[in-house]
T-cell receptor
Framework: DGGITQSPKYLFRKEGQNVTLSCEQN?????MYWYRQDPGQGLRLIYY???????QKGDIAEGYSVSREKKESFPLTVTSAQKNPTAFYLC???????????FGQGTRLTVV | GENVEQHPSTLSVQEGDSAVIKCTYS??????FPWYKQELGKRPQLIID?????GEKKDQRIAVTLNKTAKHFSLHITETQPEDSAVYFC????????????FGSGTQLTVLP
């Protein structure tokens, strides 16, 4: 069953902690993306990666970090430098040259 | 970079009526314009898309129109049903090498029975 999987579905973080959100795809897609979704603000791009071992900052990269060691995986770390991390995080992937994005089911992160 | 504006932010229609959502974009080099539907608590899913070499595209009750000169595109849903209630996002592909999508802020559509 091909698709893009995010885990966990819900995540709680204490202030000052780093947390890592997982994103795995078996679609053989080249590009992967992380978006943040807040009410009334649509989807804002955090980081994206076109190929393994390469990634670029999106519009709101401050306080986040990523890695792309494998084609299938694109984990996102929310660091303690992110001052307002409570949000719904969506991972997506696309084929090279084709821009339809397939989304994971999302991770809802809450700071407690 | 690309900027996409979407209106209205909320839209209520009676079942059976039509719904129209409009978006404008800033980058004249953008050439791919998808629409996504997101039901509560679920992932966004593509419902229709259009490329800049086409002015209109239909798929059953939904259609999208594109005006490249004015840099705007619209989603039309006819004969709305309660299951059409969701948040709808427009997007545009930027002109950079990554061709990442820039999304509008979303429209909450409510179809009243």
């Amino acid at each position: 069953d091909g698709g893009i999987t995010q885990s966990p579905k819900y995540l709680f973080r204490k202030e000052g902690q780093n947390v890592t959100l997982s994103c795995e795809q078996n679609l053989n897609h080249d590009a992967m993306y992380w978006y943040r979704q807040d009410p009334g603000q649509g989807l804002r791009l955090i980081y994206y990666s076109q190929i393994v071992n390469d990634f670029q900052k999106g519009d709101i990269a401050e306080g986040y970090s990523v890695s792309r060691e494998k084609k299938e995986s694109f984990p996102l770390t929310v660091t303690s430098a992110q001052k307002n991390p409570t949000a719904f995080y969506l991972c997506a992937s696309t084929k090279a040259g084709v821009t339809e994005a397939f989304f994971g089911q999302g991770t809802r992160l809450t700071v407690v | 970079g690309e900027n996409v504006e979407q209106h209205p932010s909320t839209l209520s229609v009676q079942e059976g009526d039509s719904a129209v959502i409009k978006c404008t974009y800033s980058d004249s080099a953008s050439n791919y314009f998808p629409w996504y539907k997101q039901e509560l608590g679920k992932r966004p899913q593509l419902i229709i898309d259009i490329r800049s070499n086409v002015g209109e595209k239909k798929d059953q009750r939904i259609a999208v129109t594109l005006n490249k000169t004015a840099k705007h595109f619209s989603l039309h849903i006819t004969e709305t049903q309660p299951e059409d209630s969701a948040v709808y996002f427009c997007a545009a592909a930027g002109s950079g090498s990554a061709r990442q999508l820039t999304f509008g802020s979303g429209t909450q559509l409510t179809v009243l029975p």
